[in-house]
T-cell receptor, first 110, second 114 residues
Framework: LAKTTQPISMDSYEGQEVNITCSHN???????ITWYQQFPSQGPRFIIQ???TKVTNEVASLFIPADRKSSTLSLPRVSLSDTAVYYC???????????FGTGTKLQVIP | EAQVTQNPRYLITVTGKKLTVTCSQN?????MSWYRQDPGLGLRQIYY???????DKGDVPEGYKVSRKEKRNFPLILESPSPNQTSLYFC?????????????FGPGTRLLVL
């Protein structure tokens, strides 16, 4: 499984766009990139998944460059309720083992 | 409502006293797994199950056992708990292995081993 590297923490003011980058240099051809959100004392929650280029849903956007060695989760106009830990995972459909990194703790400031 | 349930939510026990944490899902998911979460270490996978009677070790299986006799249930067993198993435990399920889009996590079980 590809190892991922993310910043340990980030701060942002309410209303700003936040970009969290994940590095995954050893990503395999059939790997997908998935991002999860976790609030304190809750289980992680799926946010978005992509394979290449850009994916957007009602919550976030995911940007993946052509070499796929990194990805960026973009949260538009964050609010206090977006304060959470965000995890980047890399793996393929059918992968039995799952490896989470240590995640990025996002603190949104009023 | 689609959900993964865990019981108990909180547990204080003593070293060596066998315990079981139950996990149940109502989505007919094939894949289920257990994680533990510790400060600074993120989530680490303990065991996973591809389907009934099919289980395998994750990254940190030592000191744990699991079974999958029914599709909906995946209990985590600590035969002889030790203080280093004090942690927050999450059960998760997904339609199939690696299907992150359908993965649901339970609410967590906070375990303290004295």
């Amino acid at each position: 499984l590809a190892k991922t590297t993310q910043p340990i923490s980030m701060d942002s003011y309410e209303g700003q766009e936040v970009n969290i980058t994940c590095s995954h240099n050893n990503i395999a051809t059939n790997d997908y990139i998935t991002w999860y959100q976790q609030f304190p004392s809750q289980g992680p929650r799926f946010i978005i998944q992509g394979y290449k280029t850009k994916v957007t849903n009602e919550v976030a956007s995911l940007f993946i460059p052509a070499d796929r060695k990194s990805s960026t989760l973009s949260l538009p106009r964050v609010s206090l309720s977006d304060t959470a830990v965000y995890y980047c995972l890399v793996g393929g459909r059918g992968y039995q083992k799952v490896t989470f990194g240590t995640g990025t703790k996002l603190q949104v400031i009023p | 409502e689609a959900q993964v349930t865990q019981n108990p939510r909180y547990l204080i026990t003593v070293t060596g006293k066998k315990l079981t944490v139950t996990c149940s899902q109502n989505m007919n998911h094939e894949y289920m797994s257990w994680y533990r979460q510790d400060p600074g270490l993120g989530l680490r996978q303990i065991y996973y199950s591809m389907n009934v009677e099919v289980t395998d070790k994750g990254d940190v299986p030592e000191g744990y056992k699991v079974s999958r006799k029914e599709k909906r249930n995946f209990p985590l067993i600590l035969e002889s708990p030790s203080p280093n198993q004090t942690s927050l435990y999450f059960c998760a399920s997904s339609l199939t292995a690696g299907d992150q889009e359908t993965q649901y996590f339970g609410p967590g079980t906070r375990l303290l081993v004295l």
